[in-house]
């Protein structure tokens, strides 16, 4: 299972915002910061464009919020996780 991780990164005198999404394998997507959109959606571009440069298709993602960030995995039945009571369940 992949993860990807968004993150704001403010301006810089010689960059504007803009949110990168990586992988634990190094991999990385910088894109800008549209402003006409709200931070989740600027969040959900940068992860779909890391998705498509990787080449995968036939998923959906879902979203998670994080302290810096989001995280994204792919919805999978099959990694779904039934919670009944304190018993945990697949």
Not at 4 to 11: F, S, V
Not at 14 to 41: C, N
Not at 69 to 85: D, I, M, P, Q, W
Request: glycine share 8%; net charge positive.
């Amino acid at each position: 299972m992949k993860a990807i991780l968004t993150k704001y990164h403010g301006p810089t005198d010689s960059r504007g915002s803009r949110i990168s999404a990586t992988d634990m394998d190094g991999h990385k997507v910088t894109v800008p910061y549209d402003h006409s959109l709200s931070s989740e959606e600027n969040h959900d571009k940068a992860a779909l464009r890391f998705h498509q440069q990787m080449g995968w298709t036939g998923h959906n993602l879902m979203r998670g919020s994080l302290p810096k960030g989001n995280v994204y995995t792919f919805e999978a039945a099959c990694n779904r996780l039934s919670v009944k009571g304190a018993e945990v369940t697949k």
